[in-house]
């Protein structure tokens, strides 16, 4: 693996712009502050007007789902469900799943995202997905407790022990959401964590039917139910969160369970908007997730860190709330956190070399009066130019060094001709 030094550039550190020279060895940040003694760089990038911010943490995806992108627009949750993603879905093989998720690669990687957690149905690929792209993946087969439910848990346990020692992949547990698994089956989930201590990935109170249908048949909210089963003794990241009591609020931040916050995929399938001004206020460790494309459409994380900002002043009417600062925390360091992701998600010495390089003289970025706010709203990703991740450069001056785009985007296309 080179050794890296990028000169005479800016580093985004706690939201502010701080000039540095950054050295890489081994995939690890070595110094912010020019090479040290006896550090030769086998590769030099200018940084002379550019920043260099923390890879953004993508903490909720269905990568392979980039195939669905603009294929089910402006319809309403259950036609857009069950009648146009689940048939086609079905006709879905893993390789066609690969391209999927090697096309959320691209997006990623090109608007500076460094880690996912990806929820899919297609043992191994994903993970092949990433390792390929060059991407740091957490990744969590679905589990649903139906037929099959012991299946797609052997599926995801052998995933694990095939990729374990992979130093860019890790993995979690997935039961789906509490609507497609049992108490039964969460129970033998929560027994799994047990024996591995892998942490639960799951979709909770994401839309009011899920509520509504929870106090009906347990009498109390999902995240109630969960706390009371003692899903959240494990480490737990909980996408969505839409719809929270203040019970609630308290319980997820009394558990120390991180909530992926996907504000575009909550309106665009009409669910709401998740309560993060009140999750902050409480020391919940709110993330930011994208959702897959078929309910976003896109796995742009610098798109989702402006709806952050801006959907909690509008429903609080204060302007003064979830500010740009925080917002790039919450993608960065928070994302890190609930992907139990080791030295990931700030730039300083020790941490792995996860990091976006953006090009400054970007009209964003003109003038630059605040680089937070600049990143959360102006910027659209657009001015990401070099990404390296765990040391390896994946994109050098826009150009993706592991990755055949065309290969990949003649592949996506065949797959949907017939759609
Ligand atoms: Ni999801």
Redesign the pocket.
């Known amino acids: 693996m080179d050794n890296i030094l990028i000169k005479h550039t800016k580093a985004l550190i706690d939201g502010e712009m701080i000039p540095a020279d950054i050295a890489i060895k081994d995939g690890i940040i070595l110094s912010m502050d020019g090479a040290p003694e006896g550090f030769v760089p086998d590769t030099v990038i200018d940084g002379e007007g550019k920043l260099c911010m923390p890879g953004l943490v993508n903490a909720?995806t269905?990568a392979y789902m980039s195939l669905f992108r603009s294929y089910a627009d402006d319809v309403a949750f259950d036609n857009w469900l069950f009648g146009r993603i689940l048939p086609k879905e079905d006709t879905l093989t893993p390789e066609d799943a690969y391209w999927g998720t090697m096309l959320s690669c691209i997006e990623m990687i090109k608007t500076g995202t460094t880690a996912f957690c990806d929820?899919h149905l297609f043992a191994g690929i994903p993970a092949k997905a990433a390792h390929d792209a060059g991407m740091r993946a957490v990744i969590t087969r679905g589990l649903t407790g139906s037929d099959g439910g012991e299946r797609r848990i052997a599926e995801a346990l052998d995933e694990w022990n095939e990729w374990k020692h992979d130093p860019l992949i890790s993995g979690m547990l997935a039961p789906h959401a509490i609507y497609t698994c049992d108490e039964p089956f969460l129970h033998r989930v929560m027994e799994v964590a047990d024996e591995t201590g892998l942490g639960i990935n799951i979709?909770l109170s994401e839309s009011p039917k899920e509520i509504d249908d929870c106090y009906a048949a347990h009498g109390c909210s999902p995240v109630e139910y969960l706390a009371k089963m003692g899903m959240f003794r494990h480490k737990t990241l909980a996408?969505h969160c839409v719809h929270l009591s203040e019970t609630d609020i308290m319980l997820l931040a009394e558990h120390g369970v991180s909530v992926a916050h996907n504000p575009k995929s909550n309106l665009k399938l009409a669910n709401g908007i998740a309560p993060v001004k009140q999750m902050l206020d409480a020391g919940v460790n709110v993330c930011i997730g994208t959702?897959?494309a078929g309910s976003n459409n896109a796995l742009n994380m610098f798109s989702e860190m402006n709806f952050a900002c801006l959907l909690p002043k509008g429903i609080n009417k204060e302007g003064d709330v979830v500010s740009a600062k925080e917002v790039i925390r919450m993608a960065t360091v928070g994302g890190a956190k609930a992907l139990g992701l080791q030295n990931v998600g700030e730039l300083k010495a020790g941490m792995q070399a996860d990091l976006a390089i953006l090009d400054l003289g970007q009209v964003a970025f003109r003038p630059l009066h605040d680089i937070a706010g600049a990143l959360c709203y102006a910027a659209n990703g657009s001015e990401v130019e070099t990404v390296i991740i765990g040391g390896e450069i994946v994109m050098q001056n826009g150009a993706l060094t592991k990755i055949d785009e065309e290969e990949v985007y003649y592949h996506a296309e065949r797959i949907t001709k017939d759609w």
């Open positions: 909720h269905h929820m979709h996408a959702d897959g």
